[in-house]
């Protein structure tokens, strides 16, 4: 059975498609891609349609990650229903999508540092800062990853 996940975050160019391309990267490298969905979104619609930020794409491409195909896109009601799995990047993600969720959706949504072990903080959003935001949320969401497979 296949789990589906997805990561979200503010505008989905930052933190979630970042998320969504180490996670693909180590789900293939184990050999395990057909057991796995993943997939990332954001709680809101500034950037529907685009590719990651360039530092993004920068800092994946710097550790061997694809982000080719990642475009963002806003959360929908159905991936409540979709998916497994709902991480949200920090607690005002994880708030926000509980109260879109239908109660019955609740026990999906978790911050996805804490679920994984990796700590109980939020990944910071990198995207007002420098490249050296995006190679610190690189390395939370990289190890966050691996209790993840």
Do not use: W
Not at 106 to 115: A, R, S, T, V
Request: proline share 4%; aromatic share 10%.
């Amino acid at each position: 059975m296949t789990q589906r996940i997805l990561f979200v975050c503010t505008g989905n160019i930052c933190r979630s498609p970042l998320a969504e391309a180490v996670l693909r990267h180590k789900i293939a490298l184990v050999g395990r891609s057909g057991e796995f969905d993943v997939d990332s979104a954001g709680t809101h619609d500034y950037h529907v349609g685009e590719r990651p930020d360039p530092r993004t794409i920068k800092i994946a491409q710097i550790n061997s990650v694809s982000t080719e195909g990642i475009r963002a896109r806003q959360v929908e009601m159905s991936d409540f229903e979709d998916f497994d799995l709902i991480f949200g990047m920090d607690t005002g993600h994880v708030r926000h999508l509980k109260k879109m969720a239908p109660s019955d959706y609740h026990h999906k949504i978790h911050l996805y540092l804490e679920y994984t072990g990796a700590g109980v903080a939020d990944v910071p959003d990198p995207y007002y800062g420098g490249f050296e935001g995006f190679e610190e949320i690189y390395k939370m969401i990289d190890k966050a990853s691996d209790k993840l497979i």
